[in-house]
């Protein structure tokens, strides 16, 4: 069993709709990352979590300690939204889930 | 605001070859992470360095060795390329630890032909 692992793997949707995409892991952590991949781009931190919920314009991060568990939220989605999502976390070393591939069509 | 700048963005080597890639971290972070990602693969943890000591270290090959510099710049040495080594070279940075500010580059394409 993956330490980190997301769903869904794949996402299609069409511009506007509501977003979800999960993290879990199997270990304690002490904080957890929410990164966002273009594709042949960069890798931009757009949340790091240690406890409760974080909002950024369109985004929003929860993460529950207990159950092991984070979600990252894009409202009116876009279509530059489009982008590998990795949730990444730390105990005695960075672990990365495998990326949810987020597609949004106009 | 200043970010993690890395060069060169792009490199081409040939096998068995040698190639430096430099990370210049986020003014005043102390801690540097490198990482390589192959085509369609997770990010890979090779070594960190946090006050210009070795702090972590990863799936970092033999052939590849790494310092931070008294001014906290790093720099991935890679010697006797291989065409596996082709990949995307990503440098992180963080002020004491990987929970505060921890902040990626843009990223080294390293092509090996």
Not at chain 1, 31 to 49: E, T, Y
Not at chain 1, 67 to 72: D, R
Request: proline share 5%; glycine share 8%; with cysteine.
């Amino acid at each position: 069993k993956n330490e980190v692992e997301q769903s869904p793997q794949n996402l299609t949707a069409q511009e506007g709709e509501f977003i979800t995409i999960n993290c879990s892991y199997s270990v304690g952590i002490s904080a957890l990352h929410w990164l966002q991949q273009h594709p042949g781009g960069g890798i931009v931190s757009l949340f790091m979590l240690s406890s409760g919920k974080k909002k950024h314009g369109r985004l929003i991060a929860t993460i529950n300690i207990q159950e092991k568990h984070s979600s990252l939220h894009i409202t009116a989605s876009h279509p530059r939204d489009s982008a590998v999502y990795i949730c990444a976390v730390r105990y005695d070393k960075v672990i990365f889930g495998p990326g949810t591939s987020l597609s949004v069509i106009p | 605001a200043a970010g993690v700048i890395q060069s060169p963005r792009h490199l081409i080597k040939e096998k068995r070859e040698t190639a430096t890639l430099k990370c210049y971290p986020i003014p005043r972070h102390d801690t540097v992470y490198w990482y390589q990602q192959g085509p369609g693969q997770d990010p890979q943890f090779l070594i960190s360095f946090y006050e210009k000591m070795q702090s972590d270290k990863g799936s970092i090959p033999d052939r590849f060795s790494a310092q931070q510099f008294s001014d906290y710049h790093s720099e991935l040495n890679m010697s006797s390329l291989e065409l596996g080594d082709s990949a995307l070279y990503f440098c992180a940075s963080s002020f004491g630890s990987w929970d505060y500010g921890y902040t990626f580059g843009s990223g080294t394409r390293l092509t090996v032909v």
